[in-house]
């Protein structure tokens, strides 16, 4: 049985390959419909659908890569939450945003 941090890893590798692909589909897949994504500068992201559309318009046509380093993983009985930090680079390798997450 895989640790919860190996599962948390395993499925960060899976969002960086679709974010790299432009596939918000399968990020937008990785959320309950319930969920609420919090962006700087704008107002609390709520809901799948919604949730989907900004990954469209942060991911695009593909191309662009993204680096997720977790740096920390805690679970207790059926719940957990997963903290770290990202940087977006383009195709040339020029960075294009950085930033922090946690998800419970």
């Not at 309950?32 to 046509?61: C, L, Q, Y």
């Not at 719940?79 to 770290?84: E, H, I, S």
């Not at 383009?90 to 930033?99: I, K, V, Y």
């Amino acid at each position: 049985m895989m640790s919860a941090r190996e599962v948390v890893a395993k499925e960060y590798e899976v969002m960086a390959a679709a974010f790299e692909r432009g596939d918000a589909d399968s990020i937008a897949d990785m959320y309950t419909d319930d969920a609420e994504m919090f962006v700087p500068g704008v107002p609390v992201i709520v809901g799948k659908t919604a949730i989907h559309e900004t990954w469209r318009s942060i991911v695009g046509n593909g191309g662009n890569r993204v680096a997720i380093d977790v740096r920390e993983v805690q679970e207790s009985g059926d719940l957990a939450y997963d903290t770290g930090r990202f940087a977006a680079t383009a195709p040339d390798g020029s960075l294009l945003n950085t930033g922090k997450w946690i998800v419970i």
